[in-house]
């Protein structure tokens, strides 16, 4: 029973290891440099998506196959970036 008990557990702890690492960091236009804001963060057909804030910066989920961020507004090209999925990272937009 107790073999059960730590199995579940350790289950728990790698489920949320995945749950935990975030994509993190500003988008700011690339002739202004000024920081964006209400611009969309999404990963393409699974239904997961962030805002940046008036201040550009933004945050997201990140889990493991998923390696390709999009970003879109109104007015600017859609950019869609590489990324290392499962770990946390700070990425920088322009």
């Known amino acids: 029973m107790k073999c059960k008990h730590i199995n579940i557990v350790f289950l728990f702890l ?6 935990v690492a975030q994509i993190k960091g500003t988008i700011t ?3 202004t440099r000024e920081p964006l804001s209400f611009v969309s ?3 393409q057909g699974k239904g997961v ?3 940046s804030k008036n201040d550009g910066q933004f945050v ?3 889990r493991r196959g998923w390696n390709k961020l999009t970003f879109s507004a109104i007015g ?3 950019k869609v970036v590489n990324i290392v999925p ?4 700070q990425l920088n937009i322009r």
């Open 76 to 78: 600017y090209r859609t």
């Open 60 to 62: 997201i989920e990140t």
């Open 49 to 51: 998506g962030s805002i």
């Open 29 to 31: 236009d690339s002739l």
């Open 86 to 89: 499962g770990t946390t990272q």
């Open 14 to 19: 790698l489920i949320s290891m995945d749950l």
């Open 41 to 43: 963060v999404y990963y």
